[in-house]
């Protein structure tokens, strides 16, 4: 199961890193885009050249690269991984919503269960972070 969960770990932060990289420092060819994701919805295309005009991309390309980053180091695993669970869920609503494209509803749900699962390896940590005990509710 150990050798799993570095699989795993190692698998989503390559993923987050490289696509981070793409969307901070790659040129954004809409044609080139357009042809990768052909069986989405046209509805798609325009909400993501409006964020890539906005500039909004840049933040989620650094957020996916930090996560990803915070994946590699077991010190940083956990907060990689509570991190990503907003972004994922961002990204694969934005499938659902807009692209309506199965391939990429299916791709995002998969990453959502594996860092859900790296997640729930760390659960005795999270615990302890989150549910400290104090000695008074207020």
């Not at 795993?8 to 060819?29: M, N």
């Not at 961002?90 to 990429?104: D, E, G, I, Q």
Request: hydrophobic share 55%.
């Amino acid at each position: 199961m150990k050798v799993a969960r570095y699989a795993i770990r190692f698998l989503l932060a390559l993923l987050f890193i490289y696509a981070g990289i793409e969307k901070l420092f790659l040129p954004y060819d809409p044609s080139v885009f357009k042809a990768n994701a052909a069986d989405s919805h046209p509805a798609f295309f325009e909400f993501y050249d409006l964020l890539q005009k906005a500039g909004y991309l840049y933040f989620v390309g650094f957020f996916q690269m930090l996560c990803g980053l915070l994946l590699v180091f077991r010190r940083t695993q956990l907060l990689g991984s509570i991190m990503l669970i907003p972004l994922i869920l961002c990204l694969w609503m934005t499938h659902v919503f807009f692209s309506k494209n199965a391939f990429y509803m299916c791709f995002d749900g998969v990453l959502f269960l594996l860092n859900i699962l790296l997640i729930f390896n760390q659960i005795d940590a999270l615990k302890k972070a989150l549910f400290k005990p104090q000695p008074s509710w207020i």
